[in-house]
């Protein structure tokens, strides 16, 4: 195509679909037709007494809609479990299944939205640019290896053309994280990005007013901050994440690098 020539559908449904996934990170609910405010979190930066590091297990009615997944004891057991899983709309058009990857016993745990393209081909989760993005905040800024986390995401298998996943993929997908959450007990979850901290903290808060503020996950501490994609477009926000992180590193007792340990 040459400069003149004006850009074709899938082009211009690209670029809308980024303008209004930007908005919705940057805190907007879709395209309101009245400009209501939108409710504040309620802040809860400094550590509730009853927040616990050894949290009592998730409630099991969290993952009862599949009789027998609270008996997988270990990620291997219930990778088995979901098999090839057939239960919601999303399975016919998948590559691979995108469980989730690293330590099964790591303290912090990282929950996003669901695999992208290069995901569904890999059947890894966070392999594309935004991937290597939050491999870079794990390694280059907090100094661990990504092998020392666990990665996953709420949804398993790849929604179509990237969009959103559907309430009732949702439904079918999360007792899966829940249980993932439950075998490998972190003492900490960051939830990157709008969708999988409303998915998981079950709220409609905008993340640009949720981020960098501490929640309760069924007794586990889960701190919300922006996607990785988001940060591609929107470098200056990267200190915002970095601050978020470095939240997350005091909180485990980890030591913070004195500059310049965000990733770039
Ligand atoms: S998204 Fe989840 S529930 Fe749907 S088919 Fe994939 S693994 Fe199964």
């Given at each position: 195509?040459?400069?003149?020539?004006?850009?074709d559908?899938?082009?211009?449904?690209?670029?809308?679909?980024?303008?209004?996934?930007?908005?919705?990170?940057?805190?907007?609910?879709?395209?309101?037709?009245?400009?209501?405010?939108?409710?504040?979190?309620?802040?809860?930066?400094?550590?509730?007494?009853?927040?616990?590091?050894?949290a009592?297990?998730?409630?099991?009615?969290?993952?009862?809609?599949?009789p027998?997944?609270?008996?997988?004891?270990?990620?291997?057991?219930?990778?088995?479990?979901?098999?090839?899983?057939?239960?919601?709309?999303?399975?016919?058009?998948?590559?691979?299944?995108?469980?989730?990857?690293?330590?099964?016993?790591?303290?912090?745990?990282?929950?996003?939205?669901?695999?992208?393209?290069?995901?569904?081909?890999?059947?890894?989760?966070?392999?594309?640019?935004?991937?290597?993005?939050?491999?870079?905040?794990?390694?280059?800024?907090?100094?661990?290896?990504?092998?020392?986390?666990?990665?996953?995401?709420?949804?398993?298998?790849?929604?179509?053309?990237?969009?959103?996943?559907?309430?009732?993929?949702?439904?079918?997908c999360?007792?899966?994280?829940?249980?993932?959450?439950?075998?490998?007990?972190?003492?900490?979850?960051?939830?990157?990005?709008?969708?999988?901290?409303q998915?998981?903290l079950?709220?409609?808060?905008p993340?640009?007013?949720?981020?960098?503020?501490?929640?309760?996950?069924?007794?586990?501490?889960?701190?919300?901050?922006?996607?990785?994609?988001?940060?591609?477009?929107?470098?200056?926000?990267?200190?915002?994440?970095?601050?978020?992180?470095?939240?997350?590193?005091?909180?485990?007792?980890?030591?913070?690098?004195?500059?310049?340990?965000?990733?770039?």
């Amino acid at each position: 195509m040459d400069a003149s020539s004006p850009p074709d559908r899938r082009t211009i449904v690209a670029t809308i679909r980024d303008y209004v996934e930007q908005l919705r990170e940057e805190g907007m609910e879709g395209l309101p037709a009245s400009a209501s405010p939108t409710p504040r979190a309620t802040p809860a930066a400094s550590a509730p007494a009853s927040i616990k590091p050894d949290a009592a297990p998730i409630p099991s009615e969290l993952f009862s809609k599949y009789p027998g997944l609270e008996k997988t004891s270990t990620l291997d057991e219930l990778r088995e479990f979901i098999g090839d899983c057939q239960r919601c709309k999303l399975a016919p058009r998948r590559t691979n299944l995108v469980f989730g990857v690293g330590n099964p016993n790591a303290q912090l745990m990282f929950v996003g939205e669901g695999p992208g393209a290069d995901e569904d081909a890999r059947g890894e989760p966070f392999v594309g640019r935004a991937g290597q993005l939050l491999t870079d905040i794990i390694e280059r800024g907090m100094g661990i290896s990504r092998a020392d986390v666990y990665i996953c995401n709420v949804i398993k298998c790849r929604p179509p053309d990237n969009r959103n996943p559907e309430p009732d993929e949702v439904a079918a997908c999360e007792p899966f994280l829940f249980r993932q959450i439950d075998i490998v007990r972190p003492r900490a979850i960051v939830g990157l990005g709008t969708f999988a901290v409303q998915a998981v903290l079950k709220v409609k808060i905008p993340i640009s007013k949720l981020r960098g503020n501490w929640q309760d996950f069924r007794g586990i501490r889960f701190m919300p901050t922006f996607h990785p994609a988001y940060l591609l477009r929107t470098p200056g926000d990267k200190r915002l994440v970095w601050a978020d992180i470095q939240e997350v590193m005091k909180y485990l007792g980890m030591p913070i690098p004195r500059r310049g340990g965000s990733a770039s």
